[in-house]
């Protein structure tokens, strides 16, 4: 059982969530007591493929709690990016329910979907997807533009000007992408991910196109700002070189949860989600 | 500066081709319609000028027809005179906004002298005080003076009197006299001997202007036929005698079929005819009283009233009211320019036609090269809507796009276009055949930049770029998040 004051301060986060992406979803506070902030029951995704049904994740579970950098690994075609698309709000589960940050999201509309995506979570894209046109600073700054920012000018500049520091790129403020290397794209990726403050940065996989000093020091950033800034980091990976520096690991095979464990304590533990279709390693 | 139009701005700049190839049809296009509108626009606002200032006045009125007339004998015959000429112009005496008003015969004729035709001519018979106030210097005579009340002349056309020197080897002067004739249906051919008081023409008149002349009213209403009869039978039906007898005088044809009764009983000898004495030609012919009234002009016999006046068409039809409106019509100077103010309209309709198809292919382009640009990006666009950019913020940034393009290459294509027509303005647009001296007014135009085009072609371009920034936007707005995660 909570403690009442614990009770409260959870409470108006969830209403605060909930107020800024819009969504009128009941609060469930009780499930947010062990302080999940990603949490996925029973969740289904199934693609149309001509005439035939693709099942790409069939009755996945885990809870993800807040701070955790995390890892959902697996081979190709195990359903990582399709869990990290749910859990990104950018697609839609056939079925089950995922809960972002105390909101269902399949209760919200594109507009408050879109906010959520705003407020609560930053993206990492495997090719970094940054706006060509504009500079570092400016790709940085940008997710500031595309909604409310509570700061001023003055806080915005110090906090992007934090940002690319953070990420080693002082230098390069002014340059446009297609005048950087790989990994500088992916540490301005990095850096704009965080601008809005997010709770969850979502990494799909933000080292395959980087060589494997360039991926380390990529990891080693993100662990950085993790620890900094209480972020919480979901990326998906096949690399076992940086699963192994989770402190949260998510395996997925044929699209089931087969590992779910926190290397910290010791031995994977069982998946959470439906035991009859985990493998445990 | 906003993000939108920074985003805008430089991807317009970093896919060159794509932006000229839609900037250059832009301003194609943009440059096509001040040129035409400002030329067209010239050309009918100089026509209207021309013929309100020379011709027509700013309002006509004239008598309905049935019939289609017209107000250059050219383009067809004149209508029937004024029936209640007295009345209207006692109307337009007290009406407040009638400047001024004269009233102006319309015909047809050909020139002649000793035996030989020398051309036809355009006349239009005027009353010379009234005419010349309201129209004073329009007809520059190059020789000669104007006509004066009461008197019988004509101010002969230069050109046709160019003309006749050419094609005969005739030198008409001033004080020398040309036949005049012409027929109608009232009175058949006749035929009048003139002295040329004067010799001009229209300023700037052009194609059939030029050979424009103005004669005495008397003349002209011999010419086309214009008797007190006939007018009387059509304004007032006044009942006329038109008997036989009335006609040529007391001796029936039907009293008797003999020469003797149709002649008399000794033509020669009964009509007491002496070599001594004048022949009495009144006893031959009889009473010719009915036809001396049918062969009598009538002074207040008018095809048109042309008025200079502030009041539009219907102001002035109100002016009227008061009078047996049904068989007057007011008509304005583009009725009077005839065939000529159908040509210059005729030609904005098609210019305007060629504009619109121009637009609509414009469209298309924009459309297809904007909806490539849109498929090359959705990584872009996916990542805008993954990291919480609205649907209303891509739908901006295309906007954005669009209308910076049009508006940036369309202030081109009005840069082009009003250059061009400063250039057209200074070495003048040359009229190279007959119709375009009509349209021009004159051998050269010299066109003036139209504000109204400006301000159409900024429209236009406004419209150009919604439009075909419609489909290529429901396109973007289509593109999911998830497209940010493909793999390249």
Redesign the interface.
Known sequence: MAHPRQRQILTLALVTTAYKTGSHAPIRIERYLNMAIVSLKDVEKIYPLGKTKVRALGGVSFDIEKGDFVSIAGPSGSGK?TI??LI?C??TASSGQVVINGVETSTLN??QI??L???VL??I???F?L????SVY?NVE??L???KNPMSKQETKTWINYLIDAVGLDKWSTHKPNELSGGQRQRVAIA??LA?KPSIVMA?EPTANLDSVTSEAIIDLMKKMNRELETTFIFSTHDQDIVNIADHVIRLQDGLVVQDYKPSNGTPEPASSDPTEQVVA | MN?LW??AW??LR?HKTKTLIIGLLVAFGVSLMVIGNSVLESITQGMEASFVDNYTGDLIIRNTYDEPVAFIGAFGAAPPAIGSYTDVIGTLDDAADVNAYTPLLSGIASLNQDDEALSIAMLWGIQPSSYFEMFPDKFRLSEGRELTDGETGIMLSQTIVDAVQIEHDIVLNIGDTVLVSGRNDITGTKIRELPIIGIGEYENAAGIFDLISLVDASTLRALTGLTAVQVDAISTSTPVDTSEDALFGGSSISDANSEDALFGGGFVRDADVSTDDAIDFDNILGDTSVRDQFLALDNNAWHFLLVDTNLREGGLEQQLSGLDTASLEVETWRWGAGVLADLAFNLQTTLNIIIVVIVIVAVIIIMNTLVISVTERL??I??????????G?VRRMIMSEVLTITALFGLVGIAVGSATIGLLNAIGLPASNFFLQVLFGGSTLRPLLSISSLWLSLGGIVVVGVVASLYPTSVALGV???Q??Q??
Do not use: C, Y
């Not at chain 2, 996916?382 to 649907?391: E, H, L, M, S, V």
């Open positions: 990016s990290l698309n990104g950018i697609d594109d507009k879109t906010n995506r705003h407020e930053g993206f894209f495997q090719s997807n706006i060509p046109v504009l400016e940008f997710p533009l595309l909604g704009r991910a809005t799909d | 993000v920074k985003i430089r991807n970093e990584a872009e996916g990542t805008i809507r993954a990291i919480g950019g609205q649907k913020f999911s998040p998830v940010a995660m793999k390249r």
